[in-house]
């Protein structure tokens, strides 16, 4: 092994990564107390009553970010799952297993959110529209993951195994992401747009920004403390 | 301060949203913690 790649997969290693995992865990967390206090005031009491929809639109606060962070927290975890069948670093699975419960979260409070936000709007709680039901996949597929990780015992099979889903269910992303295009559906377009200008007020935007951000610091925080009791588990194991 | 917490008229869905939101986020916190507590103490 080169001395580049030893550098590469220095944080590879449980051990190395324990106390990192640890530091960043304690920063992330204060950061997304800080950031969803600030989000939820500019969310709850800056941000301007929506001409159209009144004050139930303020459900953007938490829906939008939610969505995102259960799509970006899916391709994470697909991502470590790769890596781990590519290297067969114990650590990678471990980083994808402490992704999917917080996944399955944010994708139960984004379709939790966007159905109370669904009956006053649309006048029904769900509908069987692309975007409800790719996200609604996307909630399976994290279940599915995690069930299969549990249902074999020795770690490695598991982990690779899980991996195999983790990276064929990745292909609901894009389809979740551009459902609003590719079908003519009920769900409204995205919210930004990172090639056209804001179509909303700028401190509604800054809001769900500084939400996505915490929700954002709030998954790290959360995901890092997982790996770590994995790490303490795996040393547990080790001693016997 | 009522008001506001009316969210006119559209009260059930906002802060069902809100707080079920913050209860799921809560336990999810609870659950590791009461996790690394048991892994940490001999």
């Known amino acids: ?240 | 301060m009522s008001e506001f917490l009316a969210m006119g008229g559209y009260a059930f869905y906002v802060w069902g949203s809100y707080g079920v939101t913050f209860v799921l986020l809560a336990i999810e916190v609870i659950v590791l913690l009461k996790r690394v507590k048991r892994e940490t103490s001999p």
């Open chain 1, 1 to 240: 092994m080169t001395a580049r790649s030893l550098h590469l997969f220095w944080f590879s290693s449980p051990h190395t990564f324990f106390p990192l995992a640890g530091t960043l865990a304690r920063v992330c967390a204060v950061a997304a107390a800080v950031l969803c206090a600030a989000g939820l005031y500019v969310g709850l009491f800056v941000a301007p009553t929506d001409a159209q929809q009144g004050e139930a639109y303020r459900i953007i606060f938490i829906h939008v970010p939610a969505a995102w962070m259960s799509m970006f927290l899916y391709v994470v975890m697909a991502f470590w799952a790769a890596m781990g069948l590519a290297f067969n670093t114990r650590l990678s699975g471990m980083m994808a297993s402490a992704l999917a419960p917080t996944g399955a979260l944010f994708t139960f409070i984004a379709l939790w959110t966007g159905s109370l936000w669904g009956k006053p709007t649309w006048g029904a709680w769900w509908v069987w529209d692309a975007r409800l039901t790719s996200e609604l996949i996307l909630l399976f597929l994290y279940f599915g993951f995690m069930a299969l990780k549990a249902s074999i015992e020795e770690p490695r099979r598991a982990d690779r195994a899980s991996a195999v889903l983790a990276i064929v269910g990745v292909v609901n992303v894009p389809i979740i992401y551009y459902s609003v295009k590719w079908w003519n559906t009920l769900h409204q377009g995205a919210s930004v747009s990172l090639t056209k200008a804001p179509s909303m007020a700028a401190t509604m935007l800054v809001g769900m920004l500084l939400m996505a951000l915490g929700f954002w610091a709030y998954s790290i925080a959360v995901a890092l403390t997982r790996v770590r009791c994995s790490i303490r588990e795996m040393r547990r194991q080790e001693e016997r």
